[in-house]
């Protein structure tokens, strides 16, 4: 078990939906802890970097497109193993695939209308890290070194 940071963002469908706090309450109650958090909108050049792993799929235009066509609510969230954690609390990529109790399985699937219909960005409402390399690299590119806190949670004094 490692005490490590990730990068986790709404993406602006998610705020668009008005699922922020829903989706950040997923994070705290699992006991992970954001450290940094702050809404901003990524231009392209922004979202180049950010995607810079895409840059070769058929659908970085269009991934582009998505993230800068809003708001993004970026975060920096710390816990044990918390790459892997905040990916399991996300899901997969599809929200009409991904389990109930995921984010994506709760809320990513619109009922009749797929949220990963094909050709088309799947709306999935959330990023986060999928592994410690790019977990690094993104909360550096969102995050300037003082805008990440350290405090306490409450429940790490409670732990016997
Ligand atoms: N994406 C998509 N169609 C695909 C693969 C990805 O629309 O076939 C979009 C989707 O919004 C996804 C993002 O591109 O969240 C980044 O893709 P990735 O494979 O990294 O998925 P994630 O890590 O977000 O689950
Ligand atoms: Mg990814």
Redesign the pocket.
């Known amino acids: 078990m490692a005490i490590e940071k990730t990068f986790v963002a709404v993406k602006p469908d998610g705020v668009r939906r008005g699922l922020i706090g829903e989706i950040i309450k997923r994070f705290e109650q699992r006991g992970l802890k954001i450290v940094g958090m702050k809404m901003l909108w990524a231009d392209e050049e922004f979202a180049s970097e950010h995607?810079f792993?895409?840059k070769e799929?058929p659908?970085f235009g269009?991934?582009k497109e998505?993230i800068t066509s809003g708001p993004v609510v970026a975060m920096a969230v710390e816990g044990a193993d918390s790459i892997s954690v905040t990916r399991k609390i996300?899901g997969?990529?599809g929200g009409d695939v991904a389990p109930l109790g995921t984010i994506r399985g709760d809320l990513g699937h619109m009922g009749i209308k797929h949220a990963?219909e094909k050709g088309?960005?799947?709306?999935?409402l959330v990023?986060?890290s999928?592994c410690k390399e790019n977990a690094e690299r993104e909360i550096k590119l969102w995050f300037k070194p003082e805008e990440l806190h350290t405090y306490k949670r409450a429940d790490e004094d409670e732990v016997m």
Do not use: G, M, Q, S
């Open positions: 995607y792993e895409h799929k659908f269009r991934l998505h996300v997969p990529t990963c088309k960005i799947c709306l999935n990023h986060a999928d």
